[in-house]
């Protein structure tokens, strides 16, 4: 070989090692850090591996009712796994707005060592009945307005806002009732505005349901401890069975859950995998109970009658006389013109019987023929929770011919069918998936409402009934939030290839309260809660029952499950939808 022909075979080797050497300098770190990246947003995107496992499933055509993820044995550091945290990414506006929406007045910091005499305390608290234009008599049509000051338990008045109170005007003589609309100031004093709707007494009623600083805890209680109830789930294959704890959020790194992620819904739930078994033996879902961290200083915010569902009294009158209807006053000065503070109302209670504002007409449905004749031909699906299962148990209680079957099914959760073979009426009620504190029941009927809606086929004779509200309190509002856009999103599929189908949705209602129940089924939750639940469906063709203002202006006491004359309203005002023209 001659010295040209080395010295080009000498300079293509010395080439090639030059390239191997600046290629990796100037492109391979490139390429290496690309790879890196996509590996990382792998496995940090709870939501990509979701879709991935989604598609996968549609692919193979299976919609399997469980699934476990499955993740590299050396995944990132992942402390928890916290869905509520990030809604859908098309609902993440919405559910900002939601937030703000029910964003509570700044409310006063509790430290560990705070003073109680320098919080809110009902019995030095006042309200006082503010004098009607230049103090002419109150007529129907006419707006009443109480001054509301809260104290301390020194009696000087509080300098902030944020307490929750309820104002109700009533008389019990004519068995009648309203909701006040009351207004925080944001300096301790507050004013109730009541619609003045029935001739005759009129008393005020003012209850302190929680102090501002009782918020405060309860605010750092649901964001701190989301946890604090708790489901389990028993696995079994076999001789061999297994029990492990269920929730929304679960504090481990993924590969120690088994995700149970609804794929069609993408509602969250997670479990700790059993150390024997698979996540796929999971056969039961029950309430497991609470785990509460004792709070000692701050349990005194939570005292009955003294600083929780408390009354507030007046040193003056309390009640007023309501004269009739000025026709020629109201011509000139509107109902509602109040200028400062204005009352709107669903709706009242007068000889017991509740009448919306809406321009609904409710008649009395008094017997079992006149129910029945309502429903005939009707196929009526009721989903939620067990304030929805009340209203199948007074249907099937009212009407004998509907005849509820023996599924052998949990007795509190179902599901249920009742049948009136002569009258063709279907009557159905499925409780709402997770979280639901139920006693023990099947894996199997763990069915979210979206879903169960999709297989509704809807028609001018089907009546769909919703409630889902109760079981939701002890977690971030974005739990709530997420579950209802989802409801609401088939609640538009479902009418969209059904117009007529009549959609009813239960709103929340206040309940009696314990000291331990105040951080979990609160009235202040409930309260956040419902305004969510309006806000979601108020573009929606929708029927809302306003069980709020129902519960809260009658005359019984508040209770989670309204007493039976506050539910025979609701069910009047049900079938009073269904059949316009029925009813006494």
């Known amino acids: 070989m001659g010295n040209n022909a080395k010295d080009q075979v000498q300079s293509q080797i010395l080439g090639g090692e030059t390239l191997r050497k600046r290629f990796p300098l100037k492109y391979g770190l490139i390429f290496l850090f690309f790879i890196f990246f996509v590996l990382w947003i792998m496995f940090y995107s709870v939501n990509f591996t979701d879709h991935i496992t989604c598609k996968l499933a549609e692919l193979k055509k299976k919609v399997p009712t469980t699934e476990t993820l499955k993740r590299p044995t050396k995944a990132p550091k992942r402390t928890s796994v916290c869905s509520f945290r990030s809604v859908l990414p098309d609902d993440a506006r919405e559910a900002e707005i939601l937030k703000d929406y029910i964003a509570w007045p700044e409310t006063p910091s509790v430290p560990a060592n705070f003073s109680l005499k320098d919080t809110t305390h009902a019995p030095h608290s006042t309200f006082t009945i503010l004098p009607h234009n230049g103090g002419r008599s109150w007529h129907v049509g006419d707006q009443l307005e109480v001054l509301?000051?809260?104290?301390?338990?020194?009696g000087r008045p509080k300098k902030s806002g944020g307490d929750v109170l309820f104002a109700r005007l009533h008389n019990p003589t004519v068995r009648a009732g309203v909701v006040g609309n009351v207004l925080d100031h944001h300096n301790g004093s507050y004013t109730a505005v009541f619609?003045?709707?029935?001739?005759?007494?009129?008393?005020?009623?003012?209850?302190?349901?929680?102090?501002?600083?009782?918020v405060t805890v309860m605010e750092r209680v649901n964001l701190e401890q989301p946890g604090r109830i708790f489901f389990r789930s028993l696995f079994r294959f076999g001789s061999v069975s297994e029990a492990a704890i269920c929730n929304v959020c679960l504090n481990a790194p993924l590969e120690q859950l088994c995700n149970y992620t609804d794929i069609r819904t993408g509602e969250p739930w997670y479990c700790y995998k059993p150390k024997k078994l698979k996540c796929e033996?999971?056969?039961?879902?029950?309430?497991?109970g609470y785990k509460l961290k004792p709070m000692p200083l701050e349990n005194k915010l939570f005292k009955i009658g003294v600083n929780m569902k408390a009354s507030i009294r007046s040193p003056g009158p309390s009640k007023i006389t309501i004269l009739p209807k000025l026709k020629a006053?109201?011509?000139?000065?509107?109902?509602?013109?109040s200028g400062r503070v204005m009352s709107r109302p669903v709706g009242y209670y007068y000889q017991g019987a509740?009448?919306?504002?809406?321009?609904?007409?409710?008649?009395?449905?008094?017997?079992?023929?006149?129910?029945?004749?309502?429903?005939?031909?009707?196929?009526?699906?009721?989903?939620?929770?067990?304030?929805?299962?009340?209203?199948?148990?007074?249907?099937?209680?009212?009407?004998?011919?509907?005849?509820?079957?023996?599924?052998?099914t949990p007795p509190k959760t179902g599901p249920f069918i009742a049948l009136d073979y002569t009258k063709n009426i279907l009557l159905t009620f499925r409780c709402h998936g997770p979280p639901i504190r139920s006693p023990m029941l099947p894996v199997s009927q763990l069915h979210f409402v979206a879903n169960e809606l999709d297989s509704v086929d809807g028609s001018n004779n089907t009546v769909v009934v919703i409630g889902v509200w109760a079981h939701f309190s002890?977690?971030?509002?974005?739990?709530?939030?997420?579950?209802?856009?989802?409801?609401?999103?088939?609640?538009?599929?479902?009418?969209?290839?059904?117009?007529?189908t009549l959609v009813i949705i239960r709103t929340a209602n206040p309940k009696r309260l314990t000291p331990p129940e105040s951080m979990t089924t609160d009235d202040y939750y409930f309260l956040q809660r419902d305004k969510i639940l309006r806000a979601i469906f108020?573009?929606?063709?929708?029927?809302?029952?306003?069980?709020?203002?129902?519960?809260?202006?009658?005359?019984?006491?508040?209770?989670?499950?309204?007493?039976p004359p506050i539910i025979k309203n609701m069910i009047d005002v049900i079938l009073s939808h269904i059949c316009p023209q029925l009813g006494i």
Not at 148 to 154: A, E, L, M
Not at 195 to 214: F, K, T
Not at 478 to 499: C, F, G, K, Q, W
Request: proline fraction near 5%.
């Open 281 to 288: 033996h999971r056969i039961t879902h029950s309430f497991g």
């Open 354 to 408: 509740w009448q919306p504002l809406d321009g609904t007409t409710v008649h009395q449905f008094n017997n079992a023929a006149v129910i029945s004749q309502c429903l005939k031909g009707k196929v009526v699906h009721m989903f939620g929770d067990s304030t929805i299962r009340q209203w199948f148990e007074y249907l099937i209680a009212k009407t004998p011919n509907l005849k509820k079957f023996d599924m052998k």
């Open 538 to 563: 108020k573009e929606v063709n929708v029927k809302l029952l306003q069980a709020w203002e129902m519960t809260q202006a009658h005359y019984l006491a508040h209770n989670l499950h309204p007493p």
């Open 148 to 154: 509301i000051q809260i104290n301390d338990f020194n």
């Open 329 to 337: 006053l109201n011509e000139a000065v509107p109902a509602y013109a």
């Open 195 to 214: 619609s003045l709707l029935w001739e005759g007494s009129a008393q005020v009623e003012v209850i302190l349901i929680h102090s501002s600083e009782a």
């Open 474 to 500: 002890t977690f971030p509002v974005e739990v709530y939030i997420r579950r209802l856009l989802s409801i609401r999103r088939a609640v538009e599929r479902l009418l969209t290839r059904a117009p007529g």
